[in-house]
Each structure stands twice: as structure tokens, then as C-alpha cells.
């Protein structure tokens, strides 16, 4: 595998832990089996080097080398085809590629995504395709486009759709793309065909494996093809085939487990009786409450947007009908005054093969439109139309009236609304959930999702021999300090809890040999933790070797230890003032002196909100007197969307106020005015579409709901003022904090100058063999990292990777304030550095910037504070992880200093 160009790729285009995985996986391949880069090979031989290296494949179920990489719905594949693409290019020098969509909307889709300036170009980060992109040929275009290929595009993708040429083989036709090209003299298809380094790709691949289409791509005699789906097998009248040739299975119940897609969920009525309703009423209950939950759904995406700073998402109800009649009376249903008063005219699209020309045109927009906040859709109806490639990522409620079992109500339901809109989970339930409104099913469809072999259950199609060679432990790793002065080292713990110690090549002779010394050294650093306090005695650690101070020590140790333990320590055996230097020494030499900086107002503070406008526009809650059960069909939690207050109040806005003043950030006494403001704003809004019976009901029911909504947009308006603020430097210095890791047992430490032929499991892995860090163990969450560990062992004084509390840098984000841990910590012989690698595309995400703000803040306290007291200035850099060279020395990396 050629590591350099495998990091790259994976580093550039982000990809996550499966994507990364298959793409190893594909590199793997290439090297257990080199007679797959070569035409009409051995397949008995490729097949058999390839077993050897991977379980699960079996057979390669086509007329040439063929691997099926099965990864869920949400998690990627599009970006995954990109990879795979660079990777082939970049390490092998592939120039030529075929892709197969299985039907219209998939290629279409493909068509997007492989195109340059798109939202979800696959290419994105790769610099060799920035300037010349690869050249993209489609079924629709290659006729105009063959004989003018771009001489100076690195790549070709060749993209199609093979229901197009299956119709035409099972019509009798020959496909056109058989036909003569007026432009190479010659069919395309024989242009293809003739191609030395041509590889197939095929998109939910298990759409067509069987089919007419397929077989007569044989003809195209591909080096070999890439198979990427999400269902890896075919369905048969004697039940599910799992497909021969999976080398890669990441199942949806490790993505939902993984937190890459939404968590699905099942809805009912608490208490609900099917038997006591007819289907007609069944079906208008569910499209009721599949509403009422939308609504509330909608005012908890707003809210969480507000209040972290993200894009606004419009969430969508997708209604499931029987056939296209059905859906006409659904949308009839839903567009009339009879349902909640007319809200949803306009907002409902019929999507069925019952529209033609414009109006087919039209529908498709609207579809395609409908991630979109500024688009008014809220409801989708479909008859069986919405299949792989419709990748959405705001669609939060299904309803589905179609008769079906609980197995396929799951299967092909769920695959539709994963996606989740900020691209990972948020930790907001009803932002992170999908929901399945299913009175009538409820229990069957919980049932089934518990079931071992459940899509949601189910992790891993083809399972695999767990390895008992490889234990988790848990490590914990303290300072050099300590280690140096022999009072403790690396300590892990097993899973059966008990106790090791571990070895590793950095250990060296420990500054005190017996255990009278270790107890004086352990009593003096208890000491020297206190004094830290003392800001004006020690205003850095290079003040411990101080006589006035070590004498001070002396004394506090001498009070400490008991008359029994003094009798331990006879002058004439151990001088105390002499283990005091010794671990003072150690301290000083063992220490990256980092202040202790807080930002304390000064004078009277004072706080408030500015008045202002409520923005309602996408708030539409609706009455009911039903409450909703919703069960998580993986964790088993269970949510309730009810009555909150059961206090009927005097006004109306007193039910906003109440939930408003349950926040102990709002105080009623201060706030009174602007709290019932904002309060008759809400009611004012609610009663403009319901009656004030129906307001009531919905402030009793969502007065948390509502009052969350509200205060979000407060915290907008929030305002501090004080007479003043200071820097306020408590501490010159403090003690490292020990480092506590998972790791994965049985494994050597290994050094950090080890080239990784794995570069995916660098988190289980602990590194060790430094000279200038302050721990003699480390964790790196990349390679990056650990290289840029080896420029500071070359070219840092010291350094060290910081853990939570060590700098209590707090970063404002929405109305929250976590904290902040950079990646290292260095000290060179001019400066002191707080150093942060990160992939370049992610440099200009908001939450990386306020972090890189608050640091560099700090860092300008900090280096004020260190130029009053004899110390270093403090920088902070922000360094692209593509920068990371060992050809660079530490200093190079200045340009990357943020002010």
C-alpha cells in the first residue's frame, strides 16, 4: 500500500472510519493480488490471494475480479467512489473509469456529485484534480463529447445508467452505446473495452446484478470492478442471497451505533386500541399525529440551530400511500380546510409516476428542492418512487399507509431519512431521531427491530471470530515528574479490573533509589502543589530553586510528617533540604510553566436582554388531546410528547412566562416587562391560526417546547456590562495533570518514529521512546500528529500532548462555553507554542475558528504575564495537517501563527 498517497487521500477528503477502512481495504487487495492491474488474469489465482486476505469473500460472482464494499445508507458511498478513484490514480496511475447508477435519479445525482463547484463534489481537497478536475462523460453526452476529451484532465469517468441500456438489451435493441461513433471510427463501448487500465464502479450495485444490463458489461472486460451498496444481498423466492464477493460489511446498526445517522424511532397513541377504529380512521389519526410531531420538531431544529450558530434545517413529513389514487385523496385530504383549517395548502407535493411534462417537471423540482429552508414543502406524498440516490437530510417523520410487515415498514423505510442535516449527532433527542408513525404496528415493528437479525440489530452480516489476543486496557500515564522522581509510572488497568505494570524503553533510574527519599519527595510535592496558589512567591517554577523558597518547603514538610516518620530521617542518612533541591530541580526541569488565566469583570455587573422581535415564522404547533409514546428502535429509550403543565393558568402568555422563568438564567423580578413582551408576541402568533381553546392546549401541552424556543433567541440578545474587566493570573504555574487512555492490550508500546502500515488504528495504539516529551507515553488521534511528534523530539526543548483542566480555555460557541484542549504544548528555545493540527477544509469551521480565538487570546495573556516574570512569549498555531513535514523545522511553522 502506498502510505503516502493512502493519508493524503483519506486526510483530504475527510473520510470517516468506514470509508477509511474500505479504502485500506481496496489497497490491501491491490497488494495481496498485483495480477488484478493486469488484463485477463488468472481469476482462480486472484480469487485465491485474495481469500487468504479477506473471510468473507467467497467468489467474485462475475467473468472478472469484482469486490463488494457494503456500507449503510448515510454513511457515504459517493465520497467513498471518490477516494477509491484518486487512490487508483494517484498510487497506480488509473486514467480510466466506468460508472454504473442503477436507475435516473442515482445518475443524475452522480452526475452532480462528480462535477467541480458543487455542493458534494467527491474531489473536494484533492490538489492534483484542482486545477485540470477529471473529465466526465455521461450516457447523454458521450456521442458530442468522445472526440474531445481534454488532453490535459489527469482522469475520465465514463458515468451511466444501466436501466437506460437494460431496456434497450431486453427490447432486442443494441444498446446505443454499441452503435458507431462518427468520432473514433469505432463503437464507444469497443473504445471502452480496449482500454488498458479501465475499472468499473457500481452504485447500489445490488439493484442490478442479475440484470440484462449487467451481463453485456461483462463485454467491456474491465481490469476489475468495485461493487458499493448498502443491502449486499439479493432477495430470492427462498429469501435473502448474500453476495459471494463482500471484502468490506459496515451494517446500518453499526452506523446508528456510531452516531453517523439518526436514530430511528416508532410512534404510537399511549393506550391505542386498533380494533376500536375503522382504517379510515386509523389513516387520518397518523396523518394527525405524524403532523403534530412534525410541528413539534420544527421548533426544536430552530432552537438548536439558534442556539449554536448553524443553518437553519426545515424538517418534512414523508407520507407513504398505497397507490396513485390513494395519493390524490391524501393530498385532496391534507390541501383541505378539514385538516387543521387549510396550514397545508401549498406545502404538499404528489410524487407518482401519475404526473407527465410540466407537471412532471414541476414535481421533480419541488423534490429535488426540498432540503431547501426557502422552499415551502413540508409534506411529501409517494407511491414506492423514492428509492436509493433521493439523499436527503431533513426528512425527520414518516407515515406510512401502504400495508406492509413490520420487517419491510423497517427495511425500507428508515433507508430514506438517516441522513442527519449538521452531519453528526448533536445530543438534542428529537434533532438526532427519526420517527416511524405506526399506531397500528407499533408493538410488531419493536418486536422485529429486537429480533438478532434485524437491519437495527444486526452489526454485521458476515461475522467474524472475535480476537481474545487483543484485550482493551485502560492506561494511565503521569507526568515525568513523578516518574522521575520514582514515586509512580504507567499504571493499566485490565478489564477484569486488575492491575499491571508496564515496561517501557524510556524508563530510566529514578532520582531517589529508596523509599525513605520517595516518601520526602511525595510530601514535598504535595507542598509545592499548594504553593502554586501563591502567585507572588511563585510566580513561575524556575522560583523553586530559590533557597528562601526550598527552606520554606523544608519547613511545611518537616510539620507534615508524623514523629514517627521524622525518626525515619536522621540527619546523618538523608539531609532534607537535600531532597528538597533534588525535587525541585526536577520540577523545574520537568515543566512547561502554563499560567492559570481567568478574564474576572471588575466594578458593579450587570445583565439583561435587549428587546426585541420573536422570530415565528417557522413555528406552526397544532392542538391534540392524544398523547404520543415514541420508542427508539436501537437503545429501547423511550419519549413522550404530552401535557407538561396540567396548571391551568389565568392568561395565556402565563404559560409561556412559567416556562420561561424555569431557567435559572432568566430572573422574573429583572425581566418581567420584556418576559410577558415576548410571551404575547407567542400568543399573538398562535392565535392568528387557532382558536383560543386550541392556543391553550398547545401552551399547556409545549410550554417547555415553546419557552426553549424563546429563550434561544434571547440568549441572542443577552447583554453584560460591567465597570471593567482584568486579566487575572491566580497560578505562574501547575503540576501536569496524569493522562488517561484506552488502549488496545497485547501490543507493544510503540516508538513514535514507527512508520504505521496501519494508519486506521492509531488510536488504539500507545507510543512511546521520547526524549523531550514530559509523559513517557503518548496517544495520537492521526499520523499527522505522531510526525509532528517527531519534529518537536528534534526540534522542541519540551513538549507534551495537554488533557482537560491543564489550560481551562473556554471558547464561546451559541450559549455555551466548552472547553478547549490544543494538541500540544511546546517550548522552544525562544517561545512557548500552543500548536493545533487540522484537515485544511476544516479550518474555516466555525467551532475550529472560536477555539483558535480563544487560544490565541490566551496565548497573548499568558506571554504578557511570562514577559513581566523572565519567561517566553506564547504563541498559538493552527497548521493544516498537509503541512506536517519532517523536512520542516519547528520554526518554519510560524507562518501559521494566529494573532
Not at 57 to 69: H, I, M, T, V, Y
Not at 211 to 236: C, Q, Y
Not at 849 to 869: F, I, M, P, T, V
Request: aromatic letters at 8%.
Amino acid at each position: 500500500m502506498n502510505q503516502r498517497i493512502f493519508n493524503a487521500i483519506a486526510g483530504r477528503l475527510s473520510l470517516r472510519p468506514p470509508q477509511r477502512e474500505s479504502l485500506q481495504r481496496l489497497a490491501r487487495a491491490l497488494d495481496a493480488a498485483p495480477a488484478m492491474l493486469e488484463h485477463e488474469p488468472d481469476l482462480e489465482a486472484v480469487l485465491a490471494a485474495l481469500k487468504a486476505e479477506f473471510p468473507t469473500l467467497k467468489a467474485f460472482e462475475r467473468d472478472f475480479p469484482s469486490l463488494c464494499f457494503a456500507l449503510a445508507t448515510g454513511v457515504g458511498k459517493t465520497r467513498l467512489m471518490g477516494a477509491f478513484i484518486g487512490y487508483l490514480h494517484l498510487a497506480h496511475g488509473f486514467k480510466h473509469f466506468f460508472v454504473l447508477a442503477p436507475n435516473l435519479t442515482i445518475y443524475n445525482k452522480l452526475i452532480d456529485d462528480f462535477t467541480p463547484n458543487t455542493p458534494k463534489y467527491v474531489f473536494t481537497g484533492i490538489a492534483e484534480f484542482a486545477a485540470y478536475p477529471p473529465e466526465i462523460i455521461t450516457g447523454d453526452n458521450y456521442e458530442q463529447r468522445a472526440g474531445n476529451l481534454s488532453m490535459l484532465s489527469p482522469v475520465t469517468v465514463n458515468i451511466f445508467n444501466i436501466s437506460k441500456i437494460d431496456s434497450e438489451v431486453r427490447g432486442g435493441k443494441s444498446p446505443r452505446i454499441k452503435r458507431l461513433s462518427e468520432y473514433l471510427g469505432d463503437s464507444y463501448f469497443n473504445y471502452l473495452a480496449e482500454l488498458p487500465d479501465l475499472v468499473l464502479l457500481m452504485d447500489e450495485s445490488h439493484r442490478y446484478r442479475a440484470s440484462a444490463g449487467v451481463r453485456a458489461i461483462n463485454e467491456l472486460r474491465p481490469l476489475f470492478g468495485l461493487e458499493l451498496t448498502a443491502t449486499p444481498f439479493t432477495e430470492s423466492s427462498r429469501g435473502p442471497v448474500p453476495f459471494k464477493n463482500l471484502v468490506m460489511d459496515y451494517p446500518l446498526a453499526r452506523a446508528i451505533e456510531d452516531s453517523f445517522v439518526k436514530e430511528p424511532a416508532v410512534v404510537t397513541q399511549r393506550d391505542f386500541d386498533v380494533k376500536r377504529h375503522t382504517p379510515e380512521e386509523i389513516e387520518k389519526i397518523k396523518l394527525e399525529d405524524g403532523i403534530r410531531l412534525h410541528e413539534a420538531t420544527k421548533v426544536e431544529l430552530l432552537t438548536h440551530a439558534r442556539r449554536v450558530g448553524a443553518r437553519q434545517v426545515k424538517p418534512f413529513v414523508l407520507v407513504i400511500a398505497r397507490d396513485t389514487t390513494h395519493a390524490a385523496q391524501l393530498r385532496a385530504l391534507i390541501e383541505s380546510d378539514a385538516f387543521f383549517e387549510g396550514r397545508y395548502k401549498d406545502k404538499v407535493i404528489q410524487v407518482d409516476s401519475s404526473k407527465s411534462g410540466k407537471e412532471e417537471e414541476q414535481m421533480v423540482a419541488r423534490l429535488l428542492a426540498v432540503e431547501s429552508a426557502a422552499e415551502p414543502t413540508e409534506i411529501v406524498i409517494h407511491v414506492n418512487m423514492l428509492k436509493e440516490g433521493w439523499d436527503v437530510t431533513n426528512l425527520y417523520t414518516i407515515v406510512p399507509l401502504r400495508a406492509a410487515n413490520a420487517r419491510t415498514l423497517i427495511e425500507q423505510s428508515i433507508g430514506r431519512g438517516l441522513r442527519l442535516p449538521f452531519g453528526r449527532r448533536t445530543g438534542v433527542p428529537a434533532v438526532d431521531r427519526l420517527n416511524i408513525v405506526a399506531h397500528d404496528r407499533f408493538q410488531e415493528i419493536i418486536d422485529e427491530a429486537n429480533r438478532g437479525d434485524s437491519p437495527i440489530r444486526l452489526k454485521q452480516i458476515v461475522l467474524e471470530a472475535p480476537s481474545k489476543a487483543e484485550p482493551t486496557i485502560s492506561v494511565q500515564v503521569v507526568s515525568n515528574t513523578e516518574a522521575a522522581l520514582g514515586l509512580t509510572g504507567p499504571k493499566v488497568t485490565g478489564g477484569d479490573g486488575h492491575q499491571y505494570s508496564m515496561d517501557t524503553e524510556s524508563l530510566k533510574t529514578p532520582v531517589f533509589g529508596t523509599a525513605r527519599e520517595r516518601q520526602v519527595a511525595s510530601a514535598v510535592m504535595d507542598v509545592i502543589g499548594e504553593m502554586e496558589r501563591d502567585k507572588d512567591r511563585l510566580p513561575n517554577s524556575s522560583a523553586l530553586t530559590k533557597p528562601e523558597v526550598q527552606r520554606a518547603i523544608a519547613e511545611q514538610v518537616r510539620q507534615r510528617l508524623s514523629p514517627a516518620q521524622t525518626e525515619l530521617l536522621p540527619q546523618e542518612e538523608l539531609a532534607l533540604e537535600a531532597v528538597v533541591a533534588k525535587t525541585a530541580e526536577t520540577v523545574v526541569q520537568v515543566m512547561i510553566d502554563i499560567p492559570r488565566i481567568s478574564l474576572v469583570p471588575t466594578g458593579e455587573v450587570t445583565v439583561g436582554f435587549h428587546p426585541f422581535k420573536l422570530d415565528l415564522s417557522g413555528l406552526r404547533l397544532q392542538p391534540a388531546d392524544r398523547e404520543l409514546v415514541i420508542q427508539m428502535l436501537q437503545s429501547n429509550r423511550r419519549y413522550t410528547l404530552a401535557s407538561e403543565g396540567g396548571i391551568t393558568e389565568r392568561r395565556l402568555e402565563d404559560y409561556v412566562v412559567s416556562g420561561l422563568i424555569d431557567y435559572d438564567d432568566i430572573d422574573y423580578d429583572a425581566h418581567a416587562e420584556l418576559l410577558y413582551d415576548l410571551a404575547g408576541q407567542m400568543v399573538r402568533h398562535l392565535l392568528g391560526y387557532l382558536s383560543e381553546d386550541e392556543a391553550r392546549a398547545v401552551l399547556d401541552r409545549d410550554r417547555r417546547l415553546i419557552a426553549g424556543a424563546i429563550r434561544a433567541q434571547m440568549m441572542e440578545h443577552f447583554w453584560e456590562k460591567a465597570a471593567g474587566y482584568e486579566v487575572r493570573i491566580s497560578r505562574g504555574f501547575s503540576q501536569l495533570k496524569p493522562c488517561n487512555y484506552t488502549a488496545t492490550g497485547k501490543q507493544p508500546v510503540r516508538n513514535y518514529r514507527e512508520t504505521l502500515a496501519d494508519k486506521s488504528s492509531i488510536k488504539k495504539m500507545l507510543f512511546g521512546g521520547f526524549s523531550k516529551c514530559l509523559y513517557r507515553l503518548q496517544k495520537f488521534d492521526s499520523d499527522s500528529e505522531r510526525r509532528f511528534a517527531v519534529i518537536l523530539e528534534r526540534d522542541a526543548d519540551k513538549w507534551f500532548r495537554p488533557v482537560q483542566n491543564q489550560f481551562q480555555i473556554y471558547y464561546q460557541l451559541g450559549a455555551e462555553q466548552p472547553e478547549y484542549v490544543p494538541d500540544f504544548v511546546a517550548e522552544g528555545p525562544e517561545v512557548v507554542y500552543q500548536v493545533e493540527t487540522k484537515a485544511r477544509e476544516a479550518l474555516k469551521d466555525p467551532e475550529v475558528q472560536a477555539k483558535a480565538l480563544a487560544a490565541s487570546q490566551w496565548c497573548r495573556h499568558a506571554g504578557e504575564y511570562a514577559r513581566d516574570n523572565g519567561g517566553k512569549p506564547w504563541r498559538y498555531l493552527l497548521i493544516p495537517h498537509d503541512e506536517v513535514n519532517e523536512a520542516r523545522a519547528l520554526g518554519d511553522f510560524e507562518r501559521f501563527a494566529m494573532d
